[in-house]
């Protein structure tokens, strides 16, 4: 069972909120990374961090920011949600073992009304 | 565009069966890794194979890879009803330092 832990686990808001999506694994990995998937489709990498200070945007590009002050810490950001950022939002974790297998939290399902 | 596509896009099949699902991808990979999600969860991985492997078993898993095709395949044995997921296939290009591209996955129907 992986250790890495997304709250939370649903979230409603109305739109022009600002919400934090938390994401902490205890594994002591230096890679982590955010993806948002809507229901039965592809994962989508929007930021992924190498370590504490590092952080990239990635393939989709994501009004969401994501900040790594700590190796175990890994929030996103969205200042003003809109009815266009619902989806699920994953988050993962990985360190060079065979190769880079990555470890899921059980994702955040977001709803902006 | 995504590196990976599964195919069938969806799958049913009666407990007990043998249930096969393929992947192919387009550029060189270091390697490919497969991925189980159950209905509103995140995903967990399952098995991992390298570039310079052919064939890899994890109990009832059986996964190839032929480079040349830039394929794979993933064979789940004697199916389960808790075998019911979807199914994605991540590359790890060369080059990508880290960075897997995911498939769209493979919806698995397993009926009791």
């Known amino acids: 069972e992986a250790d890495i832990y997304q709250t939370p686990r649903y979230l409603v808001i109305g739109t022009g909120k600002k919400i934090t999506l938390e994401c902490s694994q205890t594994m002591g990995h230096d890679k982590m990374y955010w993806y948002q998937q809507d229901p039965g489709m592809e994962l989508h990498l929007i930021h992924y961090s190498y370590g504490v200070n590092s952080t990239e945007k990635g393939d989709l590009s994501s009004e969401s920011t994501v900040s790594r002050i700590r190796t175990e810490h890994f929030p996103l950001t969205l200042e003003s949600a809109r009815p266009s950022h619902t989806s699920q939002y994953l988050c993962?974790?990985?360190?060079?073992?065979?190769?880079?297998?990555?470890?899921f939290g059980p994702g955040t399902r977001l709803t902006v009304t | 565009s995504q590196q990976g596509e599964e195919d069938p896009q969806a799958l049913s099949i009666q407990e007990g069966e043998n249930a096969t699902m393929n992947c192919s991808y387009k550029t060189s990979i270091n390697n490919l890794q497969w991925y189980r999600q159950n209905s509103g969860r995140g995903l967990v991985h399952l098995i991992l194979?390298?570039?310079?492997?052919r064939e890899k078993h994890s109990g009832r898993l059986r996964v190839t890879l032929d480079t040349s095709k830039k394929s794979s395949s993933l064979l789940i044995t004697a199916s389960r009803a808790a075998d019911t997921a979807s199914y994605f296939c991540a590359t790890d290009p060369t080059g990508a330092n880290s960075k897997l591209t995911f498939g769209k996955g493979i919806t698995l129907s397993v009926r009791p």
């Open positions: 194979i390298r570039s310079n492997e």
């Open positions: 993962a974790s990985s360190e060079y073992m065979s190769g880079y297998e990555q470890y």
